[in-house]
């Protein structure tokens, strides 16, 4: 009863009665089953009897140990969320809300067309005694955990949802404390999203929080600026004479999964001035990595990464200490996984670095996939020297037959017997050979721009 946003007059307004049309006025969207399970006592007399009122009290206060409540905003600002205004209760957190985020929003969302409005996603929270739980609610089927990102931190949570070409933010800061990790569950079919926060005090909330900058609002992708968040260094090891492997962690109340070919932005203030460059995460390893992941594995992101003495951030992250931390941003990229999907020949080209995409690509290919019969991977270097994970391709070649690697060096020492050369049409036309002429096939390439160039031409 104490955790009611309506408190005891509404819940009294269904006691000893059917509350059915009631609670579908104010929470139809809820997962009622899930939530009210623990507070079931029995199921209600189907004989219709005249219950004394003490007693009606008496049993609303031992069963509903769940809150229901839902942000009221401003009248303007509901423009962008479902409308009850006239079922629910008023919270103090509208007061909460500054103008220039209410106004901000507002103009963004009011240009909206009507498809985009339909998906605007809206949201509610409820409390126990232990749990804060927010819920998202996207109204997108094909939901899934990449496509949300959330970090808890200094007693503010944000999150993030991409829901088409849309990113949606919930941005509070917490009325009380909880601890520092984050539990996000997302159920995939009905879109819904529900971000679970365990409190520091058993202390019932009245408020979720204080507002903050550009809350609920649903705005282009790219109208996003791009969030980073400190992650600390948790290992450093040599691929190559110049290319290091770096292990970061994300804090605990991050929860981030970087989809496969996309990359995310590394930043550094070196000197005063803050440099940003993009790398694209893989796995740790390409041999080791079929299985699901752990949690810590969750936790954890990898970068490839190739050091130039007179580069301007690469010398810095060089001497990035274990233990320290460095800014990484939220993931950005066009690649989606269903190009691989419906794929029975997958063709990657590499240059240098430009193989660190393909780590999780082949790793996804090769393990998702029921259709792949071959995956091909031509990786051009100067040097056998700069070979990036050299053995592991060989073991993995060596594991799945479906997996060939060819290596080309434009600049090899004597004793040289693989191919020579840089890119070229020749290479090519002889390494996209389709093994049936009806195959769907996919040609991924990464490298230096003029390597691409070449090898799109
Ligand atoms: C989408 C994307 C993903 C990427 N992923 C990765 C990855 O996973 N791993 C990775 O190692 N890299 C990756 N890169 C490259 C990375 O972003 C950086 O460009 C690279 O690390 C170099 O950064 P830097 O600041 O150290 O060097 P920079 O300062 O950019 O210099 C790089 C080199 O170019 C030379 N140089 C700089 N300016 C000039 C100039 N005007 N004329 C001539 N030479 C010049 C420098 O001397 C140095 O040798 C990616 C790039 C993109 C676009």
Redesign the pocket.
């Known amino acids: 009863m104490e955790y009611h946003p309506g408190g005891e007059d509404e819940l009294m307004k269904a006691a000893g009665s059917d509350g059915t049309d009631l609670f579908d006025q104010v929470h139809r969207w809820v997962n009622y089953e899930s939530m009210l399970k623990e507070c079931m006592v029995g199921r209600m007399a189907l004989k219709p009897f005249t219950a004394p009122l003490k007693g009606k009290h008496h049993i609303l206060k031992e069963t509903l140990m769940c809150c229901f409540a839902r942000q009221l905003l401003d009248c303007d600002f509901l423009l962008t969320i479902e409308k009850h205004k006239d079922v629910i209760p008023k919270t103090n957190m509208a007061s909460s809300l500054t103008s220039s985020v209410s106004y901000g929003t507002l103009t963004k969302n009011k240009s909206l067309d009507n498809s985009s409005k339909e998906v605007v996603p809206s949201y509610d929270w409820f409390q126990t005694d232990g749990l804060i739980t927010v819920v998202i609610y996207t109204k997108q089927k094909d939901m899934n955990s990449e496509l949300v990102i959330a970090d808890l931190q200094d007693g503010k949570l944000r999150g993030e949802i991409i829901v088409k070409d849309y990113s949606y933010l919930f941005h509070v800061e917490l009325s009380y404390a909880v601890h520092e990790d984050i539990i996000v569950q997302v159920s995939e079919k009905v879109g819904k999203v529900e971000f679970v926060l365990k409190k520091k005090e058993t202390v019932s909330w009245k408020t979720l929080g204080q507002l903050l900058e550009n809350h609920n609002s649903f705005v282009k992708c790219k109208d996003r600026g791009l969030y980073y968040r400190k992650c600390k260094l948790l290992s450093k090891a040599n691929v190559t004479h110049d290319?290091r492997l770096f292990c970061l962690m994300l804090p605990p109340g991050t929860h981030l999964q970087i989809p496969v070919g996309h990359?995310v932005y590394l930043r550094q203030t070196v000197t005063g001035a803050e440099?940003v460059?993009?790398?694209?995460p893989?796995s740790s390893s390409l041999v080791s990595t079929f299985k699901n992941p752990s949690f810590s594995d969750k936790m954890h992101v990898f970068?490839?990464?190739?050091i130039?003495?007179?580069?301007?951030?690469?010398?810095v992250l060089d001497t990035l200490q274990i233990g320290e931390y460095i800014s990484l941003s939220n993931p950005d990229g066009n690649f989606t996984v269903s190009q691989v999907e419906e794929v029975e020949e997958l063709f990657l080209l590499a240059g240098g670095?430009g193989f660190?995409p393909m780590v999780k690509l082949l790793n996804y290919a090769l393990t998702s996939s029921n259709i792949l019969r071959v995956a091909k991977l031509m990786f051009f270097n100067k040097t056998e020297d700069d070979i990036l994970w050299r053995s592991q391709l060989e073991q993995l070649a060596h594991n799945d037959a479906r997996f060939h690697i060819q290596f080309v060096l434009s600049e090899p020492k004597e004793g040289w017997t693989g191919k020579k050369g840089k890119i070229s049409s020749s290479f090519l036309s002889e390494f996209v050979k389709r093994s049936k002429v009806d195959s769907k096939i996919l040609i991924c390439i990464c490298g230096p721009l003029a390597f691409m160039e070449q090898g799109i031409q």
């Open positions: 290319t990359h440099i460059k993009p790398y694209t893989v970068f490839m990464i190739k130039y003495s007179s580069g301007l951030l690469t010398p670095t660190t």
